[in-house]
Each structure stands twice: as C-alpha cells, then as structure tokens.
C-alpha cells in the first residue's frame, strides 16, 4: 500500500499556510479597513509573495469569506455550549448576553475586522455572509419562545420584538471595543438587568 505520509504533511502545511493568510487578513482588515486590505498588503505583512496567497485563495473575496466564516465558527463554538447547557429561561438569557459580549471583549481585533467588512458589504462590496440577514435574531426569538412556553419567562412580550432588541444592544457594543472610556464589564451587567427585568416572570 502506497503511503499517505508525503500527502498528509502537505495537507498540514497548506492548512498552517491558510490559517496564517487568514490571520494576517483579520489583523490588516481590522488596521486599514476592507478597501486598504488588499492581497498585496497582507502579502508584506506575512513576508511572502502575493502569488502565495493566491495559490492558497481563489481572490479577496474568498479570503474575506473565509475570516467571515472562521469567526462566526469560533464565536458558536464559545457561546452555544454555554447557552444551550442553561436549564432556565433567566440563565438562557444572562449567558446569551454575557458570552455574545465576552466573545467580543476577549477578541477585539476579530470584531473589527467583521465591523469593516459589514461596513464594505453595505457600502456594495460582494456580501460574505451566507446565511439568513436576521439569522441570529430568528435563533434568539425560538429560544425565548422556547421559555415563554414553559413558563419561565413572562408571555406578554413578543419574542422577534425582543430578540432584535437585545441584538442591537450586543451589537451596538461592537464599535465601542476601542474606545478606552467603553467599561464592557459594566455594560454586560447592565444589559443582563435591563432585559432580566423586561423578560423576567417576577420583573426582579
């Protein structure tokens, strides 16, 4: 049998290769902005060739779609977990915010990088995102819904109302990550009372 050994540490060096690409993308994104990043820029920053990038990525579109679906991976990987282990409405929602919150607080530069290329696909850059445009918003709604049925959280309040509520308090936390004055601490134990107290059977 012939042997795999000279394909499989192919395979691991190109997989090394591309995710060094695609950090060295996240960093300049995140540095110059989406239109400043070009392959030629990330290409100096890792010290190689731009015709290396371009074996590893069909363009920039596939590499700005690659560190679109890299972090939304990482950021379900850190939250869902978390999220899907609490048995109470309450928990369900307090770990929601607090890990959507902390994903952002421990990976800054991530953040802005996302920041920048939603900012380019509004302005007309080729949209990166695969799924539905209130994907998170849909999920969030059917987990309250989930809650409300058994009685764990108050039953006069619209799910879809709400979850794009608390979206756009988490999301509105994401262009503050730089400015030395934002507290995210307090911010996340602020939001977590502020919808508690919206959502919650007693209103404590």
Known sequence: MRSTGADDNRTFVSTARRAQIVEAAIETVAEVGYANA????I???LGISKGVISYHFAGKDDLIAEIVSQ???QARASMQPRIEAQA???AMLRTYIESNLEFMRDNPERISALIE????TIAGAKSPFTGPPEGAVHTLAELLARFQATGDLRTDFDPHAMAIAIRAVID???ARLTDPAFDIERYTREAVT???RATSVTGD
């Open 43 to 45: 290409a100096v920053a």
């Open 117 to 120: 290329i939603v900012r380019a």
């Open 71 to 73: 972090v939304l991976q």
């Open 88 to 90: 109470t409405g309450p």
């Open 38 to 41: 070009s392959l030629s820029r």
């Open 172 to 174: 509105a936390a994401a």
């Open 194 to 196: 502020i919808f508690n």
